[in-house]
């Protein structure tokens, strides 16, 4: 099966100044990919240019082989984007969900379409009738999504869909994205700082950091702000629930800095006894209470990443299968991570 995208050496510049590189990255088709990384790391800019509503300074997106600059009007109409914020027509949902089939000029069962999508996001028929003024953020960014289901694209572009929506509509989200995958084939990518939500719809998650493209697989990422302990040479971080972890502060670059741990520089501790990776030199205030999110293959051969959610933060480590059954490791299970804070890479 060929790519849907292929990213070959794209630079894309902001006020003179490089904002994105990435020298290549492949999307298959059918994937749902989320796209995570601090604020300012290029997020949103990736996501416009795969949508092509901006050409890279340097370096060429292709989508099912042809280059971005060369595809045509009706496979651009077939990439939709659903921005962080996004804006209503000034009418009511019924108008504001069918408006991107009138310019299509498909007006073909319009009311059957629209209770059919408006279901999908989890609202009621009698919604159509509502004036835009009428609705809540969750509301609102369930009626655009439903503006972009309506047209059942190739692609599905998502901005931070569940920024400011409450639990039941960023579960509404979800399904809706789930179900386009599956009975449409829509390819979906979502940026998201959301991680758990992400765990839970994406195939695949990639990092990005200033610009550039992290190994999602083997690269930790914890952001500011920090504590300077210049006594000692560490540097704290307090999350909000209480943890606390402590890192080397050789290479650190200001209290914004954003540390990056290897998957081999985590442990997992199970009950009262140390399980995979670990290490004697693991500083013990660098516990985090978490639970296994996901089990997944690695592009290495007989290697698993075992992802888990603690302290609201992701965390990703290496094994193997045989690890995984001695442990007894599944999606779920209560775990705590341990940090080895002498492996700290500052950015």
């Known amino acids: ?51 092509f ?35 209503l027509l000034k009418r009511d949902v019924y108008e504001n969900i069918i408006y991107g089939l009138k310019i299509r000029g498909d007006r073909q069962n319009l009311n059957s379409r629209v209770t059919k999508v408006l279901d999908l996001v989890g609202l009621p028929e009698q919604f159509a009738k509502r004036s835009w003024r009428e609705l809540s953020g969750g509301e609102v960014q369930r009626v655009a999504l439903a503006a972009r289901l309506i047209l059942r694209p190739e692609v599905l572009i998502l901005d931070e869909p ?108 199970i009950g009262g006894h140390k399980g995979i990776n670990s290490d004697s030199n693991i500083s013990a205030d660098n516990i985090l209470p978490g639970r296994i999110t996901a089990l997944r293959e690695s592009r290495r051969k007989e290697i698993f990443i075992v992802e888990v959610v603690a302290a609201g933060s992701l965390f990703r480590l290496r094994t193997t299968a045989n690890r995984i059954e001695i442990e007894g490791l599944f999606p779920g299970r209560r775990v705590k991570v341990i940090l080895n804070c002498e492996h700290v890479r500052w950015l």
């Open 1 to 51: 099966m060929g790519s849907l995208y292929r990213i070959e050496d794209v630079d894309f510049h902001y006020g003179g100044r490089s904002v994105l590189s990435i020298p290549e990255f492949t999307l298959n088709p059918g994937s749902i990919l989320g796209v995570v990384g601090p604020n300012g790391s290029g997020k949103s800019t990736l996501l416009r240019l795969l949508a």
């Open 53 to 87: 509503m901006a050409d890279p300074a340097q370096g060429k997106i292709f989508f099912k082989g042809v280059d971005g600059r060369k595809i045509t009007l009706q496979q651009r109409r077939n990439i939709t984007i659903l921005p962080q914020e996004p804006y």
């Open 162 to 269: 569940t920024a400011s929506v409450d639990v039941s509509s960023a579960q509404s989200i979800m399904e809706a994205v789930l179900y386009a995958r599956h009975r449409w084939g829509t390819t979906v990518l979502i940026a998201s700082h959301d991680h758990g939500w992400l765990e839970q719809v994406c195939d695949q998650q990639i990092m990005l950091l200033r610009g550039r493209l992290l190994d999602e697989e083997v690269v930790n990422m914890i952001p500011g702000p920090w504590m300077e302990q210049a006594d000692c040479g560490r540097v704290i971080k307090r999350y909000p629930g209480g943890e606390i972890i402590t890192l080397s502060m050789q290479g650190y670059n200001g209290q914004d800095s954003v540390a990056l741990l290897p998957a081999e520089s985590l442990s997992i501790q």
